[in-house]
């Protein structure tokens, strides 16, 4: 996502911007997108689709869109939380900045 924006801090304009180009980068079809929309929101969309996006970097994720499913299916259960995602990859950040 850091190629695609202009900034090391981008703002949720700019990151609203970019969601396009990284949908079409991971494969993931503009209907998963809409229905992302449609059921999380924009803004949460789109932070979905970045915490998938630095996950498929890591090669944890195999089916990006998949994933995005995945994601609606459990909001809509009630149990999704990308929270938890968000702090899982600071702290894989931050580990991988202490061993290098």
Same mark, same amino acid.
């Given at each position: 996502? &850091?190629?695609?924006?202009?900034?090391?801090? /981008?703002?949720?304009?700019?990151?609203?911007?970019?969601? /396009?180009? !990284?949908?079409?980068?991971?494969?993931? *079809?503009?209907?998963?997108? &809409?229905?992302?929309?449609? @059921?999380? +929101? /924009? $803004?949460?969309?789109? @932070?979905? =689709?970045? %915490?998938?996006?630095?996950?498929?970097?890591?090669?944890? %994720?195999?089916? /990006?869109?998949?994933? =995005?499913?995945?994601?609606?299916?459990?909001?809509?259960? +009630?149990? !999704?939380? !990308?929270?938890? *995602? #968000? $702090? +899982? #990859?600071?702290? $894989?950040?931050?580990?991988?900045?202490? @061993?290098?």
């Amino acid at each position: 996502m &850091r190629d695609l924006c202009t900034s090391s801090h /981008p703002s949720e304009r700019e990151i609203m911007e970019a969601i /396009p180009f !990284l949908c079409h980068g991971l494969g993931v *079809s503009t209907h998963a997108w &809409r229905q992302a929309v449609n @059921v999380l +929101g /924009p $803004y949460e969309a789109a @932070v979905a =689709l970045c %915490v998938i996006a630095a996950r498929h970097g890591r090669g944890e %994720v195999r089916s /990006p869109g998949g994933m =995005l499913r995945a994601m609606i299916a459990r909001h809509a259960e +009630g149990t !999704l939380a !990308l929270d938890r *995602s #968000l $702090y +899982g #990859l600071a702290e $894989y950040l931050d580990s991988s900045k202490s @061993v290098h």
